[in-house]
């Protein structure tokens, strides 16, 4: 572990640091789309760690490799949602996690 990596300041900045306006990142089609998910998201600054809990939200439509068994099995604990029972296109949702998605691997 580096010895100059100061926990504290990171987890500071992490939760309290609202330094990401989400118009920066995404559209305002971008956030009615994500309003189409159920996914709660405002127009403001976002800390980091806000951030992530919009992506991680997100990604509960990314289950193109969960078969339909699996899915059925998942839907009801919350952790995987269906896009097909939403408005929103399969090409839409992917455009919006390649939006976000980069952004969160440098979190």
């Known amino acids: ?13 992490y939760h309290n640091n609202k330094c990401i306006n989400i118009l920066d990142l995404i559209s ?14 405002e127009e403001k600054n976002y800390t980091k ?8 939200d997100l990604l509960q439509y990314y289950n193109d490799d969960i078969d339909e068994k ?5 839907k009801p604990l919350g952790i995987i949602k ?8 399969r090409e839409e949702y992917n455009e919006l996690l390649e939006k976000v ?4 691997i440098i979190i």
């Open 28 to 41: 305002k089609k971008d956030i009615e789309t994500i309003r189409k998910l159920n996914i709660k998201v």
């Open 82 to 89: 269906n896009l097909d029972e939403t408005e929103v296109s």
């Open 1 to 13: 572990m580096n010895k100059d990596f100061d926990y504290d300041k990171w987890d500071d900045d």
């Open 49 to 56: 760690c806000e951030l992530e809990v919009l992506y991680l």
């Open 101 to 104: 998605y980069p952004y969160n």
């Open 70 to 74: 699996e899915l059925e099995l998942l």
